[in-house]
């Protein structure tokens, strides 16, 4: 099992990114997924997170800015962000809670983080 992220770059402020992360492999079924951002020295820090069923929750500092969704039938979660500032700047993680083929346990999987700099 594999979770891809894509979508970062560079970006001037007020302007708006979208962030994919593809979890590929055997999957037998996905709990939530979600993003988590880090600045180098800072801990990795909670987005947004989609529950299966429907159920998001976002930081605080992206609320009404950050839209989290997903696409069941493909295994993605995106990330819309919209209102870009400068301390939005971090490496983007996705993250998702699964149970692989085969697999009677849930385990967490990690995408590689995808960088995304505001800056004027």
């Known amino acids: 099992v594999q979770l891809q992220a894509s979508g970062g770059g560079l970006v001037q402020p007020g302007g708006s990114l979208r962030l994919s992360c593809v979890a590929s492999?055997?999957?037998?079924?996905?709990?939530?997924m979600g993003w988590y951002r880090q600045v180098p020295g800072n801990l990795r820090e909670l987005v947004a997170v989609?529950?299966?069923?429907?159920?998001?929750n976002y930081a605080d500092s992206v609320k009404g800015r950050f839209t989290i969704s997903r696409d069941n039938a493909k295994n993605t979660v995106y990330l819309q962000m919209n209102s870009l500032k400068p301390e939005d700047t971090a490496n983007y993680y996705c993250?998702?809670?699964?149970?692989?083929?085969?697999?009677?346990?849930?385990?967490?999987?990690w995408g590689q983080g995808t960088l995304v700099t505001v800056s004027s």
């Open positions: 993250r998702a809670a699964l149970r692989p083929g085969g697999s009677d346990s849930w385990y967490i999987y």
């Open positions: 492999g055997s999957i037998f079924s996905i709990n939530d």
């Open positions: 989609t529950i299966n069923g429907g159920d998001t």
